[in-house]
Every structure is written in C-alpha cells, then in structure tokens.
C-alpha cells in the first residue's frame, strides 16, 4: 500500500495494482493510513484466493468497511500519524544502518583474522589485488591441491528404474544458504547405488552451490553428518579438504571473508538474475594455507567473536521488529478511533 503523490504525472497501473480513490468527504492521507491497519489487512488476507499466488479483486476489496470519522478528525489522525510515524521510521532507518555496519566490521574482523593486512595493507598486484603481502608460514595455494571437489547426483526423470536402486536423502540448492543449511523440507532421491556411492556427503564437507546470488556466491557452510547417507545435487559442490592439511571450518570461514567474496565475485558469470561458478574456479581458489594447528585457532578465535555478535545482531533485529510492530498498533488504533490523537502522542498502544 503506497499514497501517490500528488506532484508526480500521470501514472498508469499494471493489472496487478489496485487503485482507491477517495469519494466524497475523504481524506486520501487518512484513507492510506486506513489500509496500512492490522484490521484491514486482515480483511485483505481473508477475502484473499489462490494458493501459489494469493490475490483479492477490487470488488471484494470495496466492500471492506473502514471507520470514517469527520474530515477534520480524519486530517488530525493523519497528521499525528504522520508525525509519529516518521520518528518511528527514522529510528527503524538508523538501526538498519547500524545492521548494515555491524556486517562490514564483522566482515572486516574476520578477514583480517584469517589473512592479516588484507583490511589495509593490500599490495594490488595481478592476480589477487586485494591480497596483502603473504607472510612465508601462509603461502597460497590452489584449493584443488588440498581439497577434492565431489560432483553430485543428476537428475534424470527418463531412467527406468532398476534393482541396484536405492533410496536417500536429497539436498538440492534450496538447503544451502551462504551461511547456514535449511533442513526443514529435504526430498528423496532414488538412484543407482552406484552413483549414490560416489555423491554420498561425509562429515567435514563444505557444501557451496554453483548458482545464486553474486554476493552470496562461493560461500561455504560445514556438512556435519546432520542426516546420514545423505546424497547432494549436482547444483551442490561438496568441497573435501585434505584432513591433514586443511580445516574445513577454516575453508568456509574463508569463503566468507573478504578474499572469498572478491575472488568468487570477480570469477563468477553473471546472467540476468543470478550468478555462478564452475569447479574448475573452486579448485582455483587460491588458499593461504598456514599450519593445520595454527588454522584451527583461527576459527576458535573467530567462532567466538561471530558468537558474541550474533547475540549483538539479534538485539539489533529484535528493535527492528519491535519498531515495526509499534507502527502496525499505533496506525490500527489511531484509524479505528481506540486513541484519541490529541492526547495520544506517545501513548501505550500495546
């Protein structure tokens, strides 16, 4: 819901756009407000059909009834709305512009954990410009000397099945985020036991897709055995480091740093809507790669920073969603008449 300003030109709708002009003695500010109100989005949501793509018609959405007091009243509701409101907005602003800082200083804590100067000291040499100098105990080398990169299972509608079948869990891309693995919906699959042998995830895995969103691209997230014998989609690379020379938490704190974004954002292939990258590139992935004993200490270090400031960060987000739930009370109480507005600045709409 959004007021059309009046300084703007003409404007023509799409078919999916529904368009209310106030009749009468209506104030379009008021009328706005009116639509923003828990009740009559409420009314929206229940009028609503469609499953995939839930949808109301203009008719269903004139009969909702709104409360309209006296024009005046209506204009000193959407004044006080107005007012309050906007506080309400610039403070919501500010805490996601503390969200948005508390992000790049994480970034930047991290990445100067795993890869010290890389924050200020970037020497800007060919190929890797935003690499420092590299200290002789961290050399860089190519991921794939150190990690086997596993393809996945491809799916094939047209395969007749046969008796060597067997029946595993599946991930697909959606299970794999940037960060974190979502394992609420995980689909079988049925496939050869052969090609379930060798697309199998194991415990210490670090699991990137080949496609998504360029900022989201390369990032890693630790396969800990969360369902046994499960398989992955070809979509889905399953990074194996060598044990005894990379830690795979140390791997995917890496995709996440500063040099995983550049190197994956600079080598990754953008289309129209998403991005991605191929194994070879993965494998190309250049490591700086310090002692096994030296790497774990890393990531101790900065697990434990990460720890403290996703506590700090969800503090951060609940006020956001507190923010907004106090906008929601107040604009529902203010057009439905439950506060009267000349003494209500400030008020206890919970």
């Not at 998504?212 to 997230?221: A, N, P, S, V, Y």
């Not at 070879?280 to 920073?305: D, Y």
Request: with cysteine; charged share 25%.
């Amino acid at each position: 819901m959004a007021e059309v300003p009046k300084s703007v030109e003409p404007l023509v709708f799409s078919t999916g756009f529904a368009v209310l002009s106030p009749k009468g003695v209506v104030d379009s500010r008021f009328l706005s407000y009116s639509c923003l109100s828990e009740v009559f989005i409420g009314e929206v949501v229940s009028r609503s059909v469609g499953v995939g793509y839930p949808a109301i018609n203009s008719s269903d959405i004139g009969n909702i009834e709104v409360w309209i007091p006296g024009i005046f009243e209506q204009r000193r509701i959407a004044r006080f709305l107005d007012g309050e409101i906007g506080n309400i907005d610039r403070i919501i602003v500010s805490r996601c512009r503390q969200l948005e800082l508390f992000d790049e200083r994480l970034s930047s804590m991290l990445s100067e954990r795993l890869i010290p100067g890389i924050v200020g000291n970037t020497v800007g040499e060919f190929p890797w410009p935003w690499l420092p100098l590299m200290r002789e105990t961290s050399p860089l080398v190519r991921l794939g000397y150190v990690c086997r990169v596993q393809g996945g299972v491809t799916v094939d509608a047209s395969r007749k099945p046969s008796e060597s079948d067997v029946t595993r869990p599946y991930l697909r891309v959606a299970n794999v985020k940037a960060d974190r693995l979502d394992l609420e919906s995980v689909t079988n699959i049925t496939v050869p036991k052969s090609v379930a042998d060798r697309s199998t995830l194991r415990p210490g895995d670090v699991l990137m897709t080949e496609g998504g969103d360029i900022d989201k691209l390369g990032r890693g997230t630790v396969w800990r055995g969360e369902i046994p014998g499960a398989l992955h989609q070809n979509h889905v690379f399953a990074l194996r480091p060598d044990p005894e020379r990379l830690d795979a938490e140390y791997l995917a704190l890496l995709t996440r740093s500063i040099h995983g974004r550049c190197y994956f954002e600079a080598t990754g292939v953008q289309s129209t809507n998403l991005a991605s990258t191929s194994s070879s590139k993965v494998k190309s992935f250049p490591v700086p790669l310090p002692t096994l004993q030296e790497q774990k200490s890393a990531v101790a270090e900065v697990n434990r920073a990460l720890g403290e400031a996703s506590r700090l960060r969800s503090a951060l987000e609940s006020q956001v969603a507190l923010l907004e739930e106090r906008k929601r009370a107040l604009i529902t109480a203010a057009v439905t008449g439950q506060i009267d507005v000349t003494t209500a600045r400030g008020a206890d709409v919970s």
